[in-house]
């Protein structure tokens, strides 16, 4: 069954710390893997997108790691801002009939303390 | 810098009644999603809209949901008789290339509160 495994649940950090993120996927064939930022009440927002053939990924202070060997992938946040507390969502898109189907994480829930 | 727009922000109904959700997607893109997320609870995917007409659809998606591009610009999807569960946020996306491929752009949501 294809599935995608974020940990931990929730990260509570001091503002300017660093943290990794943790995403395990099942999903194969594989087209891509994003992660996605959510803050509460709104829609996901992506943060980066990586195929197969990719192992990182920059978005400013946000930098994604892909292992296609292990399906592992993490997202690390450097210097983190209030602004960053929101829940991280890792996304795995994988070939279906016409398009691909996408299957999201539960996300981590990201806090930042002053 | 163009967004997915959505309205209603929150739709309150009764058990029983049909809704229509709203999108207007990116304006040059071509493809279309709907995805709800049951407060608490991750985001799942509903359809897959391409060259008007689904192109994937999950097991959520029943005979009592349809979407629909009614003209160029609004993209909706209808709950024909909503039910209790149906009650959560359900957020439109579009991309310029199929959903495996580019960065979907997601809409603010509209809250779907189901009496």
């Known amino acids: 069954k294809n599935q995608v495994e974020q940990s931990p649940q929730s990260l509570i950090i001091l503002e300017g710390k660093n943290c990794t993120l943790q995403?395990?996927?099942?999903?194969?064939?594989?087209?891509?893997l994003r992660w996605y930022k959510q803050d509460t009440g709104r829609g996901p927002v992506s943060l980066t997108i990586m195929t197969f053939s990719e192992n990182t990924k920059s978005n400013g202070r946000y930098t994604a790691t892909l292992d296609a060997d292990t399906k592992q992938s993490s997202l690390h946040i450097t210097a983190s801002q209030l602004s960053d507390s929101a829940s991280y969502i890792c996304?795995?898109?994988?070939?279906?009939?016409?398009?691909?189907?996408?299957?999201f994480g539960k996300g981590t829930r990201l806090h930042i303390l002053p | 810098e163009p967004e997915v727009t959505q309205t209603p922000s929150h739709q309150v109904t009764q058990m029983g009644q049909e809704v229509i959700l709203r999108c207007v997607p990116i304006?040059?893109?071509?493809?279309f999603y709907w995805y709800r997320q049951i407060l608490g609870q991750k985001v799942e995917f509903l359809v897959s809209?391409?060259?008007?007409?689904?192109?994937?659809k999950s097991e959520i998606f029943d005979d009592q949901f349809s979407v629909e591009r009614p003209d160029g610009s609004n993209f909706t999807l209808k709950i024909r008789s909503t039910k209790l569960e149906d009650s959560a946020m359900y957020f439109c996306?579009?991309?310029?290339?199929?959903?495996?491929?580019?960065?979907?752009?997601f809409g603010p949501g509209t809250r779907l509160t189901v009496l």
């Open positions: 995403c395990n996927y099942t999903v194969s064939p594989f087209s891509n």
């Open positions: 996306a579009s991309s310029g290339l199929a959903g495996g491929q580019d960065t979907q752009y």
């Open positions: 304006s040059n893109h071509l493809y």
């Open positions: 809209f391409y060259n008007n007409e689904i192109s994937e």
């Open positions: 996304v795995v898109s994988f070939p279906m009939n016409r398009d691909d189907k996408i299957i």
